[in-house]
């Protein structure tokens, strides 16, 4: 029996999103939401969503919040874990993918319509050129996309959890307090939700003064709406390094397709984002401003790159040009 469509998935740990993505185009519906918790596996939660839809498909691929290496999947920020060639026998599909999830953000790179992105500065990305994607959320993700012959090649790897790079004084500061927390800082223990608290908690013990318990949409929050400097100067900070950060993977792998940003935590002060220092942040690399000067940085705002780009990658799989 031939489908015409595909499941598609997007598991974080707290949620998965399920959808059906059309084989001939790549059109993403009947997107559903589960709260993971409330559900006892992942197993579970695609048999209640092909019930609920009353469809049937042949193969699927679920991008997952965590590395993927063998046939043994166990979720960093969840409890569940399963075989991969066993949940595909369980639910009778011809094809089970399980992608990591930032692979399948930079899958969906190349099937973004131009309004699903705004340009933050640089010049039109060079065709060919290889591409890198990052977004900050839970943690911080990080893959890069090259084209080779007829077909994306996705490069997954733990980004986020490379030294964090300090370029201030303030930098300075706030690395300091982090060191004496945590011992090993990471980019992601800044560049994320927790990291949110992190740049707070460094900016304020680094002034002598005890910080408050706030959780990260209490400093956006508050820092949009003016009530607090300390909020406010963390936010700021926050868009620096995530400027500092993408100008390093640019110059990683001379990325003139682009850098595209993706993740829960931008889209949420976009507009803060869009007037903050990010882009100068991006430039400043000394004797190699000239060289990042052209590259543009796109910020995604569609709203399941996930969805969009685990369909991409199962398209392309079944040798269908993205």
Known sequence: MQHTHAL???????NARLALCELATGTISQAKTYSGLAHPSLEAVVRLYLDEHKVQ???????IACPINGDWVAMTNHSWEFSISEMQANLGLSRLQVINDFTAVSMAVPVLDAADCIQLGGAAPVAGKPIAIYGAGTGLGVAHLVHTGEQ???????????DFAANSEEEDAVLQVMRAELGHVSAERLLSGPGLVNIYRGL????GREPQAFEPKDITERALAG???DCRRTLSLFCVLMGRFAGNLALNMGTFGGVY????IVPRFQE????????VAFEDKGRFKSYLKDIPVFLITHEGPGLL???AYLRQSLGIKL
Do not use: M, Q
């Not at 598609?8 to 707290?14: A, H, R």
């Not at 994306?152 to 490379?162: I, M, Q, R, Y």
């Not at 940003?261 to 829960?264: H, V």
């Open 227 to 229: 009530e607090c400097l």
């Open 272 to 279: 803060f984002f869009i007037g903050s220092g990010f882009r």
């Open 261 to 264: 940003i993706a993740g829960g």
């Open 309 to 311: 780009g685990a369909g």
């Open 8 to 14: 598609v998935g997007d598991v974080g740990g707290t």
């Open 57 to 63: 498909v042949g193969e699927a691929c679920i991008a």
């Open 204 to 207: 304020v013990k680094s002034d």
């Open 152 to 162: 994306w090649l996705s490069l997954p790897g733990e980004g986020g959890h490379v």
